[in-house]
Structure formats: structure tokens, C-alpha cells
């Protein structure tokens, strides 16, 4: 996987003076926690859950951040905030998937994917309140119903997988035949190779390649399917990153 695109020295937006107003323009009462990426691979901790498939995605696989900010509202809505590493004038604003929930209940449900927002924090507001929270809010309802009322499985069906196989130089190779589940491996960083009849991963960085992994196996599972992952020809511990223990400062904002 390529090494991440950096923003502008120059670059002077702060996430958390942005995320601190939008939170007062938006309604209810929200807390907001800040985290300053010591190191690149804190960012993806932080926007593990993030829910889309989108822009907002793609501004996470291929640029370094270097902060972001979540608002937790009172009823668990939750908000992830960091810049538009392609536009300086915005900020990016996406859903954060609820935790605790059966992959299952995500199958069928789209993504509330994240809108860009201008840099004022007022006219931020509006446009999440009128687009973002909207779509939040129905696919909230649609993936508690679906977790209250598991579908019933047919003998014998299997869940749909999607298999991903080490290649000899380090690589790994994914399969699958749906859309949605291609949509997520390119989302992460994954290339078609039609040589290999497979979505390929690269293994410069063991590191990158570790957390694309991870962050699509848990798409994939709000999509219903399973992640199986072949017998490494190396060394299991490249495949695996210790998540980091980042601080995190969190205040909070009524409206």
C-alpha cells in the first residue's frame, strides 16, 4: 500500500475549534473528543467505525490528517470531523457506526456516507442537520430493527465470504464476486489485478497493509459478510498491529 499523502505545511485548519462550534450549532447536547494523531496509525483507530464507503473513506486510506474529532450526542449519535485533505476550504463530516451491534443487522443497510462541509461552522451545521443526520438517523432505525429481528437462515446456507490469500511476495490477494464487497476492498486500498483474478493488496508496508485489512474485514462484516483470511506464508505477527492507546481530551457543548 502507498504511503499516505500529507497536507500542506501551511495547512492552518484546526478540527477542534471547528468541531467545538459545530457542536454548539447543531441540536442537542453533544461531547466532543479530540485526538491529535501522534503517529499515523492512531488515525485509523479513531475512524475504525466510521460509516461510508465514500469520500470520506477514501480521504482516510490515502491522506495523513493529523487530527479528528468525534461528537457523541446524548441519544449515541455519533460524528466523526477532520479536514478535506483535497479542498482547504472544508472540513469532512461523516457517521460513526454504533458499537455492540451484530455484523448481521448491517446487511442490506446503506452506508450513511459523509458530506463535505464549508469551513463555517454555522453553514456546517445546516448542511449536516439537513443531509447527514437525516440518513443517520434511517439507517440507525434499519440496522436496530434488523439486530431485533435477526433474519431466519436456511438449512444448509452459508454466509457470503470473502477470501483473501498471501501471495509470495508479501501481498495479499482478495476474492469475491459482489459489488458492494469490491466497493469495499477498493475503498481500502485494494487493486484489480486481472493476472491474478483477484483484488490485490500490496506488502511494502506491513503496517498499512495491516490496517487495510482490518478496516475492510469490519466493512465487510456491516455488510454481512465474512472475512477469511489463508495461512500466511510469513510470520503471523506482520499481520497484526497492536492497537495504540492514544489520549484523548473530550469536552463538552450544549445547545
Known amino acids: ?11 492552518s485548519r484546526d478540527v477542534e475549534s471547528f468541531a467545538t462550534v459545530l457542536s454548539e450549532e447543531l441540536p442537542g447536547h453533544w461531547t466532543i473528543q479530540y485526538h491529535q494523531h501522534a503517529r499515523h496509525e492512531e488515525q485509523f483507530t479513531h475512524a475504525e467505525n466510521v460509516w461510508d464507503l465514500n469520500e470520506v473513506a477514501a480521504a482516510l486510506a490515502e491522506y495523513a490528517l493529523g487530527a479528528d474529532a ?3 450526542r446524548d441519544d449515541g449519535m455519533s460524528l466523526y470531523v477532520t479536514v478535506h485533505p483535497r479542498h482547504e476550504g472544508e472540513f469532512l463530516v461523516a457517521a460513526i457506526a454504533p458499537a455492540g451491534v ?3 443487522a448491517y446487511a442490506g443497510v446503506r452506508e450513511p456516507d459523509g458530506i463535505a462541509v464549508p469551513a463555517d461552522a454555522e453553514r456546517a451545521a445546516r448542511a449536516v442537520t439537513a443531509d447527514l443526520l437525516p440518513r443517520y438517523d434511517i439507517a440507525l432505525a434499519q440496522v436496530r430493527h434488523n439486530a431485533l429481528n435477526p ?18 511476495d508479501g501481498s495479499l ?3 469475491t464476486t459482489t459489488r458492494p464487497s469490491a466497493e469495499v ?3 481500502e486500498g485494494f487493486v484489480w489485478e486481472s493476472a491474478a483474478t483477484a483484488y490485490v493488496l500490496g506488502g511494502d508496508d506491513t503496517r498499512s497493509q495491516a490496517h487495510a485489512v482490518r478496516a475492510a474485514g469490519a466493512r465487510l462484516a456491516r455488510l454481512g459478510v465474512a472475512t ?3 495461512a500466511a ?12 492507546q492514544p489520549g484523548a481530551r473530550t469536552t463538552a457543548r450544549t445547545r
Do not use: I, N
Request: charged content about 15%; hydrophobic content about 45%.
Open 102 to 104: 451484530a455484523p448481521e
Open 1 to 11: 500500500m502507498p504511503a499516505p499523502h500529507t497536507l500542506p505545511a501551511d495547512d
Open 151 to 168: 433474519p431466519q437462515t436456511e438449512p444448509g446456507a452459508q454466509q457470503e465470504q470473502v477470501v483473501m490469500t498471501w501471495l509470495e
Open 185 to 187: 476492498l477498493l475503498a
Open 233 to 244: 506464508a510469513r510470520p503471523a505477527a506482520e499481520a497484526t498491529l497492536p492497537t495504540p
Open 70 to 72: 468525534h461528537l457523541v
Open 228 to 230: 477469511v483470511l489463508r
Open 173 to 175: 490477494a482478495a476474492v
